[in-house]
């Protein structure tokens, strides 16, 4: 278990990488190939990258992203970005994000309306 410092640390790089990778996917239009090497650059913070997304399974991306240390919020986000990198590229992630939807829902203990529509959402799809 990291200490309180070390912690607080990891949760603002978990933080920074999810801002770009929000900013790098929310474009209206498809990616250059700038943006996706941008994009894969980010990814590797976390030890991914665009092809590893996609071969992982459900289980395995969770796995690693808990690894990781990832809070509730930030995996909500993490299958946010999902979500709209799968829009943008054609990429089919909403399962490993509906998985990551319902693993926060199922793990926190918490009940979140915000995340009960998300699942609605994507299982209506």
């Known amino acids: 278990m990291l200490n309180k410092g070390l912690r607080d640390e990891e949760k603002i790089r978990i933080d920074n990488v999810l801002k770009t990778l929000r900013t790098l996917i929310f474009v209206p239009y498809p990616l250059n190939h700038l943006q996706k090497t941008e994009i894969e650059n980010q990814l590797k913070e976390f030890g991914l990258n665009?092809?590893?997304?996609?071969?992982?399974?459900?289980?395995?991306?969770?796995?690693?992203?808990?690894?990781?240390?990832?809070?509730?919020?930030?995996?909500?986000?993490?299958?946010?970005?999902?979500?709209?990198?799968?829009?943008?590229?054609?990429?089919?992630?909403?399962?490993?994000?509906?998985?990551?939807?319902?693993?926060?829902?199922?793990?926190?203990?918490?009940?979140s309306f915000g995340i009960n529509t998300?699942?609605?959402?994507?299982?209506?799809?």
């Open 50 to 111: 665009i092809q590893t997304l996609v071969d992982y399974s459900n289980d395995e991306l969770i796995t690693l992203l808990m690894r990781l240390h990832f809070d509730w919020d930030q995996l909500e986000q993490f299958a946010d970005i999902l979500i709209e990198f799968s829009k943008t590229e054609n990429y089919t992630f909403t399962g490993k994000a509906l998985a990551v939807y319902q693993y926060i829902q199922q793990e926190s203990r918490f009940f």
């Open 118 to 125: 998300k699942i609605t959402s994507l299982k209506d799809k």
